[in-house]
C-alpha cells in the first residue's frame, strides 16, 4: 500500500514537470514534447525510462532554481517494430534542452548499453548546446558522449534526428552519427549561432540560412534525410531501421510479408528507359525502380552531390546498398561532394554485412582546376578506399560507359568486385575515344594534310577496339555480358551466390581513410 502511495506522489511530481504551459511553449514553436517524440516513435508500451531523478548538482548562476529532475532529456530503451532499440530525446522546455554534466551522463549511459546489448540508438536532438552555466563540466559531457559515440561506430547504427536547435556541441552527435534526420523549418544545426557569426564577421545570416534542413540537406551534405513534419520524419526512421541489422555480427532481416517481393522478372522496360545514344541522359532512379523490389528505393542524401545515387533497397527481399551515377546531372560524373557521398554509404554497409551493388555509366571523375585545386584526389580517393576495403559481397553492373578511375572506382574486378556483369552497350576504356586520340595521334593528325577526316577515322578505330565489353571479357575482368531484360534475374542470383562470402582480412589497428 505505501508503495502505491509513493508511485501516486511521484506520478504527480512528473505531472507537475509536464505543465501544460511547457507543452504549449513547445506547441506553438510548431514542435512535439521530449516524451510526445518518443511515443511516435516507439511500439506503444514498450519505452521504459531510465534515471528519471537525474537532477545537476551545480548551484552556480541560478541553476538552484533552474534544476528539474531528468536534467532535460528523456532517456531509456524500448522497441520499433518488434526490435529493440535505445534513445535519448532532448527537452527543450527545460533550460533549452542544454546539455550539462548529469545530462551528459544519462546519453553516454545508453549510447553504452546499446553498444554493449547490440542495439541501435536513436538521438532525438532539440538543444541548445553546451550548458552555460555547467561550464567545463558541459564540455567534457560532450566529450563522453562522442567518445560513446566513436566507441559505438561501426558495432551499432547510430541515428541523429534533429527536431529543433542542434547548436554548438549539440550538432557534433549527428556529425559522428550514420544517419542525420531533419525536418524543414524545424531543424537548425550549427557550430556557432547567427550572434556569435555577427559578432566576429559582421556577417548577417538567418538561423535558417546558416543552418536549416535545406542547408544541410543540398549544400553542406550533413544530413542524409529531411521531412515536412515530425511525424512522417519519425516514420522515415522506422523505414531506415527496417534495413539494418540490429549490429555489426546480424545479418540485415529478409523483408517478408505482403509486399515481400522474391520473384524474378523481366526488365523489358529498361531498354525504353537508358537511351542506346550514349550522349543522352537518363534517370538512374527509373532504372533502379524497374530492377528492385517495387518502391524499395530508400534514397540517403537525395539532395546533396545529386550526380550519384546512393542509397539502401531490397533485392528479393534482401537489403542492399545501392551506388549509382544519375547521368541526368554532371553525366554522373564523380566529383568531391559525390566521392564523399559515395565512400560514407560503401562503408557504412561494410559495417552492417549489407552487400553493394553499383550500377556503373559515368565518364569518370570530374575534370577542371575547381575539383583538383579542392582535392579531388584526396576525395576520390576515399571511393578506392572504400570499396577496396569492403568486404561484403560487391556487385558491379556497367550499364553504359566506365571510364577510367571511375572504371577502377566502380567495377573493376582487381579492385575486388565479386561479380562485374555488363550489357552490351557497355563501353570500358581508360577515357572517351575523343579525348584519347588527341593524346595518342597527336603529332599524327598535326602532319596530317587532312587532320579532320584522319581524327575522325581513329576515333572511329578507337570506338572499334574499346567501346564494348567484349576486351574486358576476354580478358575475364567482366564476368557476363547479359541482355538488359534479364538483369533483375542474373542480380539476384549473382546476390544469393554471395551471401555467404567470407573475406580474411590483414591484422592490423586500423586503416587510414584519406579523409
Ligand atoms: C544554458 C541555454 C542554452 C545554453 C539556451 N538556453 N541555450 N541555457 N546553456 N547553451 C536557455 C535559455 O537561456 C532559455 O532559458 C531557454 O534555454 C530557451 O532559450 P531561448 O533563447 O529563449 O529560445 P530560442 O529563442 O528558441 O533560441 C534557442 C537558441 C538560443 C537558438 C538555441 O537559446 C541560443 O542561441 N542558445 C545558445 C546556442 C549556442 O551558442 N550554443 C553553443 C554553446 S557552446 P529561460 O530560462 O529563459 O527559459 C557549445 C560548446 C561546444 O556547445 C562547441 C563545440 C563546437
Redesign the pocket.
Known amino acids: 500500500m505505501a508503495f502505491e502511495k509513493e508511485i501516486e506522489r511521484l506520478k504527480k511530481k512528473w505531472e507537475e514537470l509536464e505543465s501544460p504551459e511547457l507543452v504549449e511553449k513547445q506547441h506553438q514553436k510548431g514542435k512535439l514534447t521530449a516524451r510526445e517524440r518518443i511515443n511516435l516513435l516507439l511500439d506503444p508500451e514498450t519505452f521504459v525510462e531510465l534515471d528519471p531523478f537525474v537532477e545537476s548538482r551545480f548551484q552556480q548562476l541560478g541553476m538552484t532554481e533552474?534544476k528539474i529532475p531528468g536534467d532535460a532529456v528523456v532517456s531509456g530503451f524500448g522497441k520499433i517494430s518488434g526490435r529493440q532499440v535505445y534513445l535519448f530525446s532532448q527537452d527543450f522546455s527545460k533550460?533549452?534542452g542544454?546539455l550539462g554534466e548529469l545530462h551528459a551522463q544519462k546519453i553516454t549511459k545508453v549510447i553504452e548499453l546499446a553498444t554493449k546489448t547490440g542495439c541501435p540508438i536513436i538521438g532525438i536532438i532539440d538543444s541548445?548546446?553546451?550548458?552555460?552555466?555547467e561550464g567545463i563540466s558541459s564540455?567534457d559531457g560532450?566529450a563522453s558522449i562522442f567518445r560513446a559515440m566513436v566507441r559505438a561506430s561501426g558495432v551499432i547504427p547510430q541515428i541523429s534526428v534533429i527536431v529543433g536547435?542542434s547548436?554548438?556541441?549539440?550538432s557534433?552527435a549527428p556529425g559522428l552519427s550514420d544517419f542525420v534526420f531533419m525536418v524543414e523549418r524545424i531543424s537548425q544545426m550549427f557550430?556557432?549561432?547567427p550572434?556569435?557569426i555577427r559578432a566576429v564577421s559582421g556577417e548577417k545570416v538567418s538561423?535558417e540560412d546558416l543552418g536549416g534542413a535545406s542547408i544541410h540537406s543540398q549544400k553542406s551534405g550533413c544530413s542524409h534525410f529531411i521531412f515536412k513534419s515530425e511525424k512522417d520524419c519519425f516514420l522515415g526512421v522506422k523505414k531506415l531501421l527496417s534495413y539494418l541489422p540490429q549490429n555489426n555480427l546480424e545479418d540485415p532481416p529478409r523483408q517478408k510479408g505482403l509486399f515481400a517481393e522474391f520473384f524474378e522478372r523481366e526488365n523489358l522496360r529498361l531498354l525504353e528507359i537508358v537511351p542506346e545514344d550514349e550522349k543522352k541522359g537518363y534517370d538512374m532512379k527509373e532504372v533502379i525502380e524497374e530492377v528492385f523490389d517495387k518502391n524499395s528505393f530508400l534514397e540517403v542524401q537525395s539532395g546533396f552531390a545529386t550526380n550519384c545515387l546512393v542509397g539502401l533497397a531490397r533485392l528479393s527481399g534482401y537489403s542492399v546498398g545501392l551506388v549509382a551515377n544519375q547521368t541526368k546531372f554532371m553525366a554522373g560524373t564523380l566529383d568531391i561532394d559525390s566521392s564523399d557521398k559515395v565512400a560514407r554509404l560503401v562503408r557504412f554497409c561494410d559495417c552492417f554485412n549489407i552487400p553493394l551493388i553499383n550500377l556503373v555509366d559515368t565518364s569518370g571523375y570530374l575534370p577542371g582546376t575547381d575539383q583538383e585545386h579542392r582535392g579531388i584526389i584526396r576525395h576520390g580517393a576515399k571511393v578506392l578506399y572504400a570499396f577496396a576495403e569492403a568486404s561484403v559481397p560487391k556487385i558491379s553492373l556497367i550499364l553504359r560507359k566506365a571510364f577510367g578511375g571511375a572504371y577502377i572506382a566502380l567495377c573493376s574486378r582487381q579492385l575486388g568486385y565479386d561479380r562485374v556483369i555488363a550489357w552490351p552497350s557497355a563501353q570500358i576504356a581508360v577515357m572517351g575515344p575523343e579525348q584519347a586520340v588527341r593524346i595518342i595521334y597527336r603529332k599524327e593528325i598535326a602532319e596530317s594534310k587532312e587532320p579532320k577526316k584522319l581524327e575522325k577515322e581513329k576515333i572511329e578505330e578507337l570506338k572499334e577496339i574499346f567501346l564494348s565489353p567484349y576486351q574486358a571479357a576476354k580478358l575475364g575482368q567482366v564476368d557476363m555480358i547479359i541482355h538488359p531484360k534479364e538483369t533483375r534475374s542474373i542480380l539476384i542470383k549473382c546476390l544469393e551466390s554471395l551471401l555467404n562470402k567470407r573475406e580474411a582480412k590483414i591484422a592490423k589497428k586500423h586503416g587510414n581513410i584519406p579523409l
Open positions: 533552474k533550460m533549452g542544454s541548445g548546446g553546451a550548458r552555460i552555466q564540455l560532450y536547435p547548436a554548438g556541441g549539440a557534433y557550430i556557432t549561432g550572434e556569435v538561423f
